[in-house]
DNA sequence: CGGCGATTTGATAATGGTCAAGTGCCGTGG
DNA sequence: CCACGGCACTTGACCATTATCAAATCGCCG
C-alpha cells in the first residue's frame, strides 16, 4: 500500500510553497482575491526533479496534465524539417509551460529543460474542476496564456525586424526584466544559465555571431557575460540598444527603469 | 430619437449572419453544443464597414470591446523603433483579432484592415456574461486564443528558422489550409488580396525576395499568384517546399491533403 | 490619357552564415 | 593531485543569402 516509487521525489499534496509559485506568477499579471489564492494553493500537485537537459513533452503529445516550472530554467521549441531548431521561448520558475494542452489537444512545440529543474505536474482535471467552482481563476490563468501570446507576437517582431545586435540585446533585457518581475534574482550579477548555442536557436541566428555581438555589446560597456553570470552595467543603454518596451509583457508593477 | 449617424452601416442587436460567422469560426477549433451555439448568435453585435488600409485599434488602445471580422482581410502588426513594421498575423473572415483586450488591459499590436471590410464590434460585457451563464463558451474562446498562439509559434520558427523560398511557400500554404477550413473559397484560383509588402513584412524579408521567390515557386511550377488571385498547381509539392505540417492550426477537421 | 501603386528587373553591398581550428573551463577518474 | 575529455566559447577566413538602391514596366482607375 505504498506509494509507488518514482524517478525523483514525487508528492501527491501540494507542498504551498509549490503551488505557491503558481499564485506568485499569475500575481506579476492579473489581481487574485485572497480565497482564489488559497484555493489555487490546494491545487494537487507531483514534483519531480528532472536532470538537465531532458524532454518534459514532446510536440504530438497529449498529456493529461501540465506543468509549473518550481526551479531552473527549460525552453519550448520546435524543428524544422531541415533540422534547424527554433526556441520560442524561454521558462522560468512560476512559468505554466505547456497551459494550452488544457484546451489544444496535442502540443505544438518541445519542452526541454535547459538546467536541473523541480517541476510540479497538475492534472488537467483538477484544474477544470477549480475553474468550475471560481470561474475567476480560470480568467487568470487564461490572461496568462495571453501574456504569453503577447511575447510571441514581440519575439516576431525581434526575429523578423531587428538586428543582429539589437536582436541580443532585447532578449536579454526581457529576461531581466522577467527575473526582477519574480522578485527570483534582484542582486547582480543576474544567474543566467543558458549557453550561446540557446540564445542563438531562440534568436534564429548562429552560435558564432551571437559570440561577437556579446562581445559588441561587451565592448560598448553595456553588459558582462560569462558563466552564466549577467551583469548590466548600463541598463538604459542595453534597454536603448534593444529597442526594448516592456509593456509588451503585461507586467502589473513595473520594477526596473 | 433617431440612431445616431456612423460612418458605415451599424446595427446594435444581432443579424444573426454576422454572430454566425464566429460560431463558424470556433467549430473549426472546439466543439460546441447547440445551445452554445445559439447563445453566442444572440450576441449584440454592432457591423460597420470599414475602409481599406485603416486602423482599427492601435498598439496602446485599451478597448472596451473586441472585433469580429466579418468580411475582408486583416493584419495585426507592430513596428520597431528604428520603424520597420512585422505583420504577426493574417486576419479572415470569422477571426477574432484582438480578443486578448478581453483580460490584457493594453493592446500591444495594431490592427488594420488589408482590403475593405465588414467588422462586427462586441462589447466586453456581453461576452463576459455570457461566459458566466455558459462557462464552455469561454473554453472555445480561449481555445481560439491558444491556437493563435500556436500560430505565432510557427511564424517564429518560419521567420528564424527557413530559408526564403521555404518560409513563403510554407505561408501560402497556411492561407490556402485556413481559408479552406472556413470553407470560403474552396475553388481555385483562391482570392488573396495581399500585395507582395505584406507578405514580405509578414516574413521578415524584402519586397524585392518576396518577388523572387515568388517566381521561383512559379517557375517550379507550384503555383500561380497574379493579381490577388493564387492558384494552386502542385499542393503536394508546395507543401514540400514550405515544409508544412497543418497540426499546428489544431483544425478539427482536415480539408486538404 | 494620366497617374499612382504594385510588380519586376538589374546591379551592388552588407549582414550574418558556414567551416575550421584553437582556447579555456570544469568535472571525472586514475 | 594531475591528466584527460568534453563542451562551451572564441577567433579567423571565406562566402551565401538577402537587403538596398534605382529604374523600368505593368495594370487599374479616374
Keep these: 500500500m505504498l506509494p509507488p516509487t518514482n524517478r525523483g521525489s514525487a508528492a501527491v499534496t501540494a507542498p504551498s510553497h509549490a503551488t505557491h509559485r503558481i499564485v506568485s506568477k499569475l500575481a506579476t499579471i492579473a489581481p487574485l482575491a485572497e480565497g482564489e489564492r488559497e484555493a489555487i494553493e490546494r491545487l494537487p500537485i507531483q514534483i519531480k526533479a528532472i536532470a538537465s537537459r531532458a524532454d518534459l513533452t514532446r510536440e504530438g503529445d497529449r498529456p493529461s496534465r501540465f506543468c509549473v516550472l518550481l526551479d531552473g530554467w527549460a525552453c519550448s521549441h520546435k524543428v524544422t524539417g531541415a533540422g534547424r531548431r527554433q526556441i520560442m521561448a524561454f521558462h522560468l520558475p512560476g512559468d505554466l509551460p ?73 532578449v536579454l533585457c526581457e529576461l531581466v526584466m522577467r527575473i526582477r518581475a519574480l522578485g ?31 562581445q559588441a555589446l561587451r565592448g ?36 526596473v527603469g
Aim: hydrophobic fraction near 45%; proline fraction near 3%.
Design 220 to 255: 560598448a560597456g553595456l553588459i558582462t557575460l560569462e558563466r552564466g553570470a549577467l551583469t548590466v552595467h548600463d541598463w538604459a543603454g542595453l534597454k536603448q540598444a534593444g529597442d526594448f518596451d516592456a509593456s509588451y509583457l503585461h507586467l502589473r508593477r513595473r520594477m
Design 184 to 214: 527570483l534574482n534582484d542582486a547582480d550579477p543576474i544567474q543566467m544559465p543558458i549557453t550561446q548555442t540557446d540564445l542563438a536557436e531562440a534568436m534564429g541566428m548562429s552560435t558564432v555571431h551571437v559570440n561577437r555581438m556579446l
Design 98 to 170: 505547456g497551459l494550452q494542452s488544457l484546451h489544444l489537444r496535442t502540443l505544438d512545440s518541445t519542452l526541454t529543460t535547459l538546467t536541473p529543474c523541480q517541476v510540479g505536474f497538475i492534472e488537467h482535471e483538477a484544474l477544470r474542476e477549480l475553474f468550475q467552482a471560481q470561474p475567476r481563476i480560470a480568467e487568470a490563468f487564461w490572461s496568462d496564456t495571453l501574456v504569453e501570446g503577447s511575447i510571441f507576437r514581440e519575439w516576431l517582431l525581434n526575429v523578423g525586424q531587428r538586428e543582429a545586435r539589437s536582436r541580443l540585446a532585447h
